[in-house]
């Protein structure tokens, strides 16, 4: 729905310049505004002392919501409502304005402060601007909000609740975690199928607490329990659609040749291979060409 709306608000609009006073400084950031919302843009980041977009390679392999959530607290937003690339929007929006590309397959896990401590690429050969990508960022944060955290798949990681009332961040206690309360946190997100896991990661560094969920949102209680867990676990998700399950980023490897080479997966910061195990099947490997 928020997509739907976004190419609405793209339609009526008028593309507006971002600020070239802006100093250029190695791994900065900012937007390239769609209208006058200024959330809402095309990502540019700053490299050797040039502005420039990035590209997503892929609707859906290579721009996630973890980057652009990153994009965005790193402007000073409270995080991302969307992550598109320019593919899905309409033609008259295609931004050549003669600026470079600068990034290629950024993967970050949220944990990152700027999106140019996440996983990136500066070869841009092949990239044009048709796949530069594209976010809309929350302007306000309320009480209960949710981000994830600590894994680069699409709805996968450790939970992080916002407190209103201590304007704050926590990590949520996995003594406290419940499957009910995953399929609130990933309806909250857009999902509709929610699951529990915990993640153990040191550089999730928030401060612990307890939460409680009804039907439709969580809270942070009010005194919580010292808990059980050690410090670097945290309550995580896996959130999907009934309709498709988590995005996980592709490529192909150990091959010069164009579309010819070993799959690898991208989970939990790693790239990996999958295994066989005489159960891959020609149906396999055309969904992965896809």
């Known amino acids: 729905m928020i997509q739907a709306a976004l190419l609405v608000l ?38 050797n002392g040039e502005w420039g977009t990035v590209c997503a390679g892929s609707p859906t392999t290579l721009w996630s919501e973890k980057n652009a959530q990153v994009f965005c ?15 899905t929007l309409p033609p008259a929006y295609l931004v050549n304005n003669g600026s470079a590309i600068n990034y290629r397959a950024v993967v970050c896990d949220g944990t ?13 050969t092949g990239c044009d601007h048709t796949y530069d990508a594209a976010v809309v960022c929350r302007q306000t944060t309320e009480d209960g909000d949710i981000r994830l955290v600590g894994n ?63 039907s439709a949102r969580c809270s942070v209680l009010a005194s919580s329990t010292t808990c059980s867990y050690p410090f670097y676990y945290s309550a995580a998700v896996i959130c999907s659609n009934s309709k498709h399950d988590v995005i996980l980023p592709i490529r192909l490897d150990g091959s010069t040749i164009s579309g010819v080479g070993r799959a690898e997966v991208y989970y939990n ?7 066989n195990n005489n159960d891959w099947t020609s149906a396999d490997a055309q969904a992965l060409c896809r």
């Not at 607290?73 to 593919?87: E, F, P, R, T």
């Not at 990152?112 to 841009?124: G, I, K, M, R, V």
Request: glycine residues 10%; contains cysteine.
């Open 152 to 214: 680069t798949a699409n709805g996968v990681g450790a939970v992080l609740i916002y407190s209103q009332k201590t304007s704050q961040w926590y990590r949520v206690c996995p003594s406290s975690w419940y499957n009910d309360y995953a399929t609130v946190v990933c309806g909250q997100l857009g999902y509709d199928i929610g699951n529990t896991t915990v993640l153990f990661s040191q550089s999730i560094n928030y401060p612990q607490i307890s939460v409680s969920c009804t």
């Open 269 to 275: 910061g790693v790239w990996g291979t999958i295994c």
């Open 10 to 47: 793209l339609v009526q609009g008028i593309l507006v310049p971002s600020n070239d006073a802006q100093p250029c400084n190695q791994g900065a950031t900012r937007l390239l505004n769609f209208t006058s919302d200024v959330y809402a843009g095309f990502v540019e980041v700053c490299l």
């Open 112 to 124: 990152e402060a700027t999106l140019s401590q996440c996983s990136h690429s500066t070869n841009t």
């Open 73 to 87: 607290i790193g402007l000073g937003y409270s995080g991302a409502l969307n992550s598109v690339n320019q593919s």
